[in-house]
């Protein structure tokens, strides 16, 4: 059984940082495309970003770009999530993904999700 974990999540006050990390539990990950999806209470999972294999990637929406940035780990089934500038708007329950696909943004292409790590930003 494949396992992705996120990890990271908590409260911090707006203006603050945090970094999400999301572990595969198999070396097989690195050759798929992962991905950071979020979901607002009450709202619609959004894509947020993601990275493939040769390390390309990005599509981060307008709300969170020049703000977050996802990178790859050396072992490569490690993703990271660094979130600065974070601002009451960003509250949200962080989905980590993985897809074979080498790049989408519709998250009905990820096979495999985490269960999801909460990000609540106070102002």
């Known amino acids: 059984q494949v396992h992705l974990v996120e990890s990271g999540g908590g409260l911090v006050q707006a203006g603050g940082s945090l970094r999400l990390s999301c572990a595969a539990s198999?070396?097989?990950?690195?050759?798929?495309?992962m991905a950071w999806f979020r979901q607002p209470p009450g709202k619609e999972r959004e894509f947020l970003t993601f990275?493939?294999?040769?390390?390309?990637?990005?599509y981060l929406p307008a709300s969170v770009r020049g703000r977050f940035t996802i990178s790859r780990g050396s072992a490569k089934n490690t993703v990271y999530l660094q979130m600065n500038g974070l601002k009451p708007e960003d509250t949200a329950a962080y989905f980590c993904?993985?897809?074979?696909?080498?790049?989408?943004?519709?998250?009905?292409?990820?096979?495999?999700w985490g269960r999801g790590t909460q990000v609540t930003v106070s102002s």
């Open positions: 993904a993985a897809t074979t696909h080498f790049h989408s943004d519709d998250h009905r292409d990820y096979q495999y």
């Open positions: 198999e070396r097989t990950f690195s050759s798929y495309t």
């Open positions: 990275i493939n294999w040769s390390g390309g990637g990005t």
